[in-house]
Structures are given as C-alpha cells and as structure tokens.
C-alpha cells in the first residue's frame, strides 16, 4: 500500500496550508493514517494521526497548529497547517500507521511526499 501525499508549496511564515493524502481503493478509510515530515536524511517524525474513527492527535511541535482530518466520501485524509514557522520546512509525507507498545509504527511503503516551505 502506498499513501500519497501532495499539497504543499511555498509559504510565508504565520501563513496555513492544507495538504492532502490519498491512494487507490479503499485503504484510507479503513486505516489509521500518520502525517510524516523529514527531520534527516534517515530520519521521519511523526507529526499528527487521524484513526479510521476520526480520533485526531499531534506531536507537541505542532499541537494547537496542525490537525488531521479525514474526508471518507473521497477516501482522504488532510492535514491542516496553520501558523506554519520556518522549522516546518520539511517534506511532509503520510503513510498507514499502527499504535503498538507505546509507539507508532508506519506499515506501508513510502509515496514521493510533497514539500514545504516556509520562508521567514
């Protein structure tokens, strides 16, 4: 299964985007989806959920700022950005995600994620 994410673009610092996730099938509506962003070249943190019930979280980075939502009818699944600083500069991407043992793990292969960019 692979997520893909698109969305994103240049924006200045205070400013919102809204990215988008999507796939073929049905896989969105079914899953618990996670937004990921690239912190390094071998690393992704996870930065907002949305479970297949529509149950929302976020990492305290981004907590009060960033919310996942979900649109069944268009099996996607959308992440609001809001107050965007220039350290949300990252490639966003979203994947299936499982919460096990107190942590989150992706279980599908990564899509291309999709870039953004805040200028200050």
């Known amino acids: 299964v692979q997520l893909q994410a698109s969305g994103g673009g240049l924006v200045q610092a205070g400013g919102s985007l809204k990215l988008s996730c999507a796939s073929s099938g049905n896989t969105v509506i079914n899953a618990t989806v996670g937004w990921?962003?690239?912190i390094s070249d071998n690393q992704r943190a996870l930065v907002a959920t949305i479970s297949s019930g529509g149950f929302a979280t976020a990492d305290v980075s981004v907590k009060g700022r960033?919310?996942?939502?979900?649109?069944?009818a268009k099996n996607t699944v959308h992440l609001q950005m809001t107050d965007l600083k220039p350290e949300d500069t990252a490639v966003y991407f979203c994947n299936t995600v499982r919460y096990f043992g107190n942590s989150w793990y992706y279980l599908g292969r990564w899509g291309q994620g999709t870039l953004v960019t805040v200028s200050s």
Request: charged share 30%.
């Open 36 to 38: 990921y962003r690239q």
């Open 66 to 72: 960033f919310t996942a939502s979900r649109d069944n």
